[in-house]
């Protein structure tokens, strides 16, 4: 799993009929100390995060549809926690 | 999933079984601000309506399959949304923001349409 910020949504009006009602997250990839690692991803929301928050990315389809309850969805991305605090190496972030 | 721009399309008469009438189109991905980042890929259109110069999100590997309505096709990429607007989020933390609304396209589409496209009806993203 990855570290990640929610930084905007994308409105689609046309889209794959499993996505459809679906809510999209562009979420900027986050190394453990909190800073951008340069990296993006557009993950469906599973938990309600909103903007700012940093979020838990499960990046792999087999578990993302599980956890969406979509088989045969063309899901990769989901957003599967919100982050409350990254500590490592004697930091907290 | 990641942003794109449709910057060409492709024509194979000769195709591996599955393939036939998937329509494939080349694209450029973005970076969130919409700056063309790494190297142009050739993706199915699971939407049946993207074109050239469109705005798309696509997703990549066993997932692009999934996306199509033969599942057991040789797809890795596929387009399976088109975006109307990337709307930056208001509390931003990195200070950076992406643009509210699709810019025009910079690049001319590379090639022109193969059939008259019925224009959809946008309720935002244009100024």
Do not use: W
């Not at chain 2, 224009?119 to 100024?127: F, I, L």
Request: aromatic letters at 2%; proline letters at 9%.
């Amino acid at each position: 799993m990855k570290l990640a910020r929610v930084v905007a949504t994308v409105v689609s009006t046309i889209s794959a009929p499993d996505l459809d009602g679906r809510t999209l997250l562009v979420c900027d990839l986050l190394d453990p100390s909190g800073t951008p690692s340069g990296g993006y991803l557009i993950a469906i929301d599973a938990v309600g995060a909103g903007a700012g928050e940093t979020v838990l990315l499960l990046d792999e389809g087999n578990s993302a549809r599980q956890v969406l309850g979509a088989p045969g969805a063309p899901i990769r991305t989901v957003v599967v926690g919100i982050v409350d605090e990254v500590t490592g190496a004697g930091t907290t972030s | 999933m990641q942003l794109a721009r449709v910057i060409g399309t492709v024509v194979a008469t000769v195709k591996t079984p599955g393939l036939e009438g998937v329509k494939l189109l080349v694209l450029q991905p973005l970076d969130r601000h919409l700056v063309p980042v790494g190297g142009q890929v050739v993706a199915a259109d699971a939407v049946h309506m993207a074109g050239p110069g469109e705005l798309v999100y696509f997703v990549a590997a066993r997932e692009a399959a999934e996306a199509m309505p033969n599942r057991f096709v040789p797809v890795d990429h596929a387009i399976v949304g088109i975006v109307d607007a990337v709307r930056s989020l208001a509390n931003d933390a990195s200070g950076a923001r992406a643009p509210a609304v699709e810019p025009p396209s910079a690049a001319p589409p590379a090639a022109p349409a193969a059939r008259p496209r019925v224009r959809r009806q946008r309720t935002e993203g244009r100024p």
